[in-house]
């Protein structure tokens, strides 16, 4: 859609009004942020009577805390020893044992945990929940 005169004094009061480029796009119809952003841009606006509605004086934001609760502590359990007396090494595993590897690949000593694993997961339920931490939530800090 094209920058008629209409819309052109659309952005311009909206801009003015202090709205995001986002929320200009929104109102607008049929263009992009970055299309209002341009514009903006062109007609030399970029200087606003009065700040954009999502901007707040650092002064005023507030520090984002999400915590997540806190996991259980992990418990590993000592691997498994076959039948034979030995650990579950890359000859012996099959899909139903914990894959989480143990010890150095160039080693003899490597072998696997072998325990029962944790439905839909190659690991038990101790190496799972080691292997897939939840993501850190960021957190905003205050300007001083």
């Given at each position: 859609m094209g920058?008629?005169e ?8 909206l801009w003015n009004?202090?709205?995001t ?11 992009s ?9 062109r007609?030399?606006?970029a200087?606003?009577t ?12 507030r520090?984002?805390?999400?915590a ?21 090494t890359?000859?012996t ?18 072998h ?15 190496h ?12 905003r800090?205050?300007?001083?």
């Amino acid at each position: 859609m094209g920058w008629t005169e209409e819309r052109v004094e659309q952005l311009k009061g909206l801009w003015n009004e202090g709205l995001t480029a986002s929320q200009i796009a929104l109102a607008l119809g049929g263009v992009s942020r970055n299309a209002v952003i341009g514009k903006v841009h062109r007609l030399g606006l970029a200087g606003r009577t009065v700040p954009a509605r999502s901007e707040r004086p650092r002064t005023q934001r507030r520090t984002a805390i999400h915590a997540a609760p806190p996991l259980p502590e992990i418990i590993e359990e000592d691997p498994i020893k076959l039948d034979d007396g030995n650990f579950v090494t890359v000859l012996t595993i099959n899909d139903r044992m914990c894959r989480w590897p143990i010890g150095d690949p160039s080693e003899n000593e490597f072998h696997f945990c072998g325990r029962k694993p944790k439905t839909g997961s190659p690991y038990c339920e101790a190496h799972a929940r080691k292997a897939y931490q939840p993501q850190q939530v960021k957190t905003r800090r205050a300007a001083s």
